[in-house]
């Protein structure tokens, strides 16, 4: 059974970058069968999918058109997690954010998630 | 982008009777190479994760209640809840994974009547 553990800070200054971790256990961050992702939840946006990193002989990200100059998510296989990373936050980055594994090929949706952690951009 | 839109908003349920939540795509999430439709449906409790409920527009998740159930297909697609339970009380969602970026429905909140 594939468990995500997040961690990192919930409490951000604005302009700086936001960074949290995903730890999985019971499966493999490198991979075929999976693609690892982050999601977001706040009220004024609702739940947005953010962008995942996969392997496939070589790693992939795809990021959400809404982040991508400012988000890096990264594997790292010695630690089997992987990491998000956006920088330049504005309040409008205050969130909910989750982890969540997705599916190897057409099974792209979320399951499991990880726990959530409330990040809160302010000075 | 594709944009999910659900309807209604809210739902008050009477204990025992049918909950309808519906989910509209702004465009096909139909894959002819799989013969599938790519859609999803969540539920989430307040301070959880959201919980997968059906994948593939209608295949029930293992361990969740037959009274979930999913139909539709193309663009509109339906969530029903056939006789509901109090644990039922929560927000759902629907999610579209045919193409990037994955995209949720603005949620559904479904309350005791």
């Known amino acids: 059974q594939v468990h995500l553990q997040q961690s990192g800070p919930g409490l951000v200054k604005p302009s700086q970058t936001l960074s949290l971790t995903c730890a999985i256990s019971?499966?493999?961050?490198?991979?075929?069968?999976?693609?690892w992702n982050w999601i977001r939840q706040s009220p004024s946006r609702g739940l947005e999918w953010l962008g995942r990193?996969?392997?496939?002989?070589?790693?992939?990200?795809d990021y959400a058109d809404s982040v991508k100059s400012r988000i890096t998510i990264n594997p790292d296989t010695s630690k089997n997690q992987f990491s998000l990373h956006l920088n330049s936050v504005t309040p409008e980055d205050s969130a909910v954010y989750y982890c969540?594994?997705?599916?190897?090929?057409?099974?792209?949706?979320?399951?499991?998630w990880g726990q959530g952690t409330l990040v809160t951009v302010s000075s | 982008d594709i944009v999910m839109t659900q309807s209604p908003d809210s739902l008050g349920v009477s204990l025992g009777e049918r909950a309808t939540i519906n989910c509209k795509s702004s465009?096909?999430?139909?894959?002819?190479?799989?013969?599938?439709?790519?859609l999803a449906w969540y539920q989430q409790k307040p301070g959880q994760p959201p919980k997968l409920l059906i994948y593939?527009?209608?295949t029930r998740e293992s361990g969740v209640p037959d009274r979930f159930y999913g139909s539709g297909s193309g663009t509109d697609f339906t969530l029903t809840i056939s006789s509901l339970q109090a644990e039922d009380v929560a927000v759902y969602y629907c999610?579209?994974?045919?193409?990037?970026?994955?995209?949720f429905g603005q949620g559904t909140k479904v309350e005791i009547k």
């Open positions: 969540g594994r997705g599916g190897s090929d057409y099974d792209n949706w979320f399951d499991p």
């Open positions: 019971g499966d493999s961050v490198s991979g075929k069968s999976a693609t």
């Open positions: 990193t996969y392997y496939r002989s070589q790693w992939y990200n």
């Open positions: 465009q096909s999430v139909f894959n002819s190479f799989n013969s599938k439709n790519h």
């Open positions: 593939w527009a209608f």
């Open positions: 999610l579209q994974y045919y193409r990037t970026p994955w995209t």
